[in-house]
């Protein structure tokens, strides 16, 4: 169970906003989720249901630090060894500033289209496995998912606007 999980859960975790905590929030999802695993009744699949239990242990880590700063990811690094040729370094460094700016738009959404977004796209959820990990009904999951791609696209404008 831990081999196979450990890394979508350890994902889960940094993108949801635990940070440098992502190793703790897991391994105390890890814990619950076996003290649980009596509950699990096969209703969802068991990689949903593990996240749900992450995703419940990161918004406790946010409330016990008592702010809510949402996702942390870090944009990665572009390190162009001295072999790459020059268009792929250039390629690079362009992929490396989308990111950036995805990332920068994703913090300023609202915490809970965040979540989705992070959900569905970053972690590459399924509309059901959604709606199992925020434990919202699938009409929230569809309209906020549709809203928060609106805004996520509205702030990616500016940032190009603002930048390029």
Request: hydrophobic share 45%; proline share 2%.
């Amino acid at each position: 169970m831990v081999a196979r999980h450990t890394t979508a859960a350890y994902r889960t975790a940094v993108l949801l906003g635990a940070g440098s905590d992502a190793e703790d929030v897991v391994q105390e999802a890890f814990v619950k989720g076996y003290r649980k695993l009596s509950r699990y009744r096969g209703e969802s699949s068991f990689r949903s249901w593990l996240l749900a239990i992450v995703a419940n242990e990161t918004r406790n880590l946010h409330r016990s630090r008592d702010r809510r700063h949402g996702l942390v990811l870090r944009a990665a690094r572009v390190d162009p060894g001295s072999e790459i040729v020059e268009d792929d370094a250039v390629a690079a460094i362009l992929a490396g500033e989308r990111r950036a700016a995805l990332v920068r738009a994703l913090r300023l959404l609202p915490a809970r289209d965040r979540e989705v977004i992070v959900c569905r796209y970053f972690l590459d959820l399924s509309e059901d496995e959604t709606v199992t990990m925020l434990g919202w009904p699938r009409g929230t999951v569809k309209s906020r998912t549709s809203r928060a791609l609106v805004k996520l696209r509205g702030l990616l404008a500016v940032e190009e606007v603002g930048h390029g």
